[in-house]
């Protein structure tokens, strides 16, 4: 299996490399949230009782890489169905290729563009806004981030050849992605004082509330902190399920 998850994932990559503006297009985003909207949260990190410990940038930059992880690795399935459409996904069947190879080769393709991104934020948050965090913070952070990209990666290809729809796809994506944005607490925290106590509530069982919070406290120095391992463990959880859902799926269509 190796050597076919190194073969799909060098395919994958080098159709990534022959277009690369997508992978500034899809950073696009977060790099907008961090120029436009982090500068606005310093007078209120520093006035307002309730935000995390740490500054502005070491509470606001790893959530921006669950964000990167989040919308950057969601949408993958487009390319999926497109494949179906043409008949790659069938012509695969025939081959003795892996299954499992093929969901692995191109989740962990998805991962490296989501981490290249993520540290492109990073140093701009270092040189731009003075970020100043840990390095093994910043490496745990990054290594959340990869588990979430092949989490949602994962995610993405099953519900895409699930579906079969490009147009139920993408609704479905929003119904979903948009919820667990804003109860992630990523552009604004939710603590049980700055938020209602039913909204912390509910936000408590988005589960990737609890890998913000772990990302956070591992930018902050704090590696000793329960959200840490309450959200690593959290994470781990979720990237097992959405890789054996994957799997499954792929193993169902290419039967």
Do not use: C
């Amino acid at each position: 299996m190796p050597r076919d998850l190194w073969l799909i994932f060098r395919r994958d990559l080098r159709l990534s490399l022959r277009n690369p503006a997508w992978l500034f297009i899809q950073i696009l985003q977060p790099l907008l949230y961090l120029l436009l909207f982090g500068p606005l949260l310093q007078w209120m990190v520093a006035n307002t009782p309730g935000f995390p410990p740490g500054d502005v940038w070491t509470i606001f930059t790893p959530a921006l890489l669950v964000m990167v992880a989040l919308f950057g690795t969601s949408f993958v399935g487009f390319g999926l169905l497109a494949e179906y459409r043409s008949g790659v996904i069938e012509r695969l069947r025939v081959t003795p290729v892996s299954r499992v190879a093929l969901l692995l080769g191109k989740v962990l393709n998805n991962a490296l563009q989501a981490v290249v991104q993520a540290i492109v934020l990073i140093v701009l948050a270092v040189l731009v806004f003075g970020l100043r965090a840990p390095l093994a913070g910043i490496l745990i952070g990054l290594v959340l981030l990869a588990l979430m990209a092949v989490t949602m990666a994962s995610s993405s290809y099953a519900l895409a050849l699930t579906l079969k729809s490009e147009d139920a796809f993408p609704a479905t994506l929003n119904v979903v992605l948009l919820p667990l944005l804003l109860l992630s607490g990523i552009l604004l925290p939710i603590t049980t004082e700055l938020a209602p106590g039913w909204l912390y509530a509910i936000s408590r069982i988005n589960p990737f509330s609890h890998v913000v919070d772990a990302a956070r406290a591992a930018f902050r120095g704090d590696f000793g902190a329960d959200a840490l391992l309450t959200g690593s463990v959290v994470l781990v959880a979720l990237t097992a399920l959405a890789v054996f859902w994957g799997v499954r799926t792929f193993q169902r269509e290419n039967a």
